[in-house]
């Protein structure tokens, strides 16, 4: 499973720059030489410094398009031009943009993702990307110990739950501009209330993390209720045949890279979670390790804290309190 946490996001001061219109671009890969000109001249604080700079002829390895974008990076800050966020915290991102003549609405959430070694197959890669496009990025990554080219990643989410909480959340949006492309952009941090309390994650500078006590066995006895509450209430028809079918194809993956046993158990559990195979979902060690993991791990208290105002009944059909 992968391991996902909220970051401290570096955005513009909006007294420094009003319009943020003038100062973004879109991703290096498709930014040309005359794009790369007209975002120098826009606005002597457009990002196309720090994302994709000008090569001189007399670059160095000390003096290069890294090492300024690095110290111009350095300098917004200092003078407060960019400025980090006090607190960590998951940004819901929209991006409306037209395609074959319709409108097209694309929700996502910014966060850490922890690198993992490629053999266990944690993150799984859905593109081939070019070895001068990742070198040049990577060189960037170490010279400004910022990531400015973000990887998006696709998860599966048919019925659009995630997409209603990050919309809903969206509709005032700390941050909002139409680009050059006349593509809407909206952004809002999310600051997780429930990081405070699990002790996962440390939201003071300085401070060491704390370990989480041991649950005592009322909250052990009210954590299986739970766990019986999600199976009896998720977990139906429709949401088996979504993960049996998940399953599979990560079975067909470990089969790919020889690794049939993980393959063959993954098959098995595949089977009995597929509804035709008569076992409830309350009698099935896999579903209950899933949600235990889940509730260790936040997300159905992510989900519980955004549906807290207006819980859509659809989406979970009982009460919180």
Request: net charge positive.
């Amino acid at each position: 499973m992968a391991d996902v946490r909220p970051l401290r996001g570096i955005r513009y001061a909006p007294e420094a720059v009003p319009d943020l219109a003038e100062v973004v671009t879109p991703p290096f890969d498709v930014i040309s030489e005359e794009a790369q000109e007209r975002y120098y001249a826009r606005h002597p604080l457009n990002i196309i410094r720090a994302e994709l700079g000008k090569i001189a002829p007399e670059d160095t390895t000390l003096d290069n398009r890294y090492t300024r974008a690095a110290r111009t990076l350095a300098e917004w800050r200092q003078k407060g031009v960019l400025r980090q966020d006090a607190q960590p915290a998951y940004y819901a991102y929209q991006q409306t943009f037209q395609h074959g003549g319709q409108s097209y609405t694309r929700t996502s959430l910014c966060a850490r993702v922890r690198l993992e070694p490629w053999e266990k197959h944690v993150v799984l890669r859905h593109e081939f990307t070019r070895k001068k496009d990742k070198d040049d990025r990577l060189q960037l990554l170490r010279a400004c110990s910022v990531n400015l080219s973000p990887i998006m990643s696709m998860y599966s989410d048919p019925q659009g739950r995630m997409r209603r909480l990050l919309g809903e959340y969206l509709e005032h949006p700390a941050v909002q501009l139409t680009d050059e492309a006349g593509e809407g952009h909206r952004l809002h941090p999310y600051v997780h209330n429930y990081l405070n309390l699990s002790g996962q994650h440390n939201l003071t500078p300085g401070r060491k993390r704390k370990t989480p006590p041991r649950p005592t066995e009322t909250q052990r006895r009210q954590q299986e209720v739970l766990v019986d509450t999600v199976l009896e209430k998720v977990i139906d028809t429709r949401w088996r045949l979504l993960y049996d079918t998940r399953l599979r194809r990560q079975a067909a993956l470990f089969q790919l890279v020889e690794r049939q046993e993980e393959a063959d158990l993954i098959s098995a559990v595949a089977a009995a979670l597929h509804p035709e195979s008569g076992i409830e979902p309350k009698q099935q060690s896999f579903l209950r390790a899933l949600i235990h993991r889940s509730l260790e791990r936040g997300l159905i208290h992510i989900m519980a804290d955004l549906l807290e105002k207006a819980p859509p009944k659809d989406v979970f059909p009982w009460s919180w309190e």
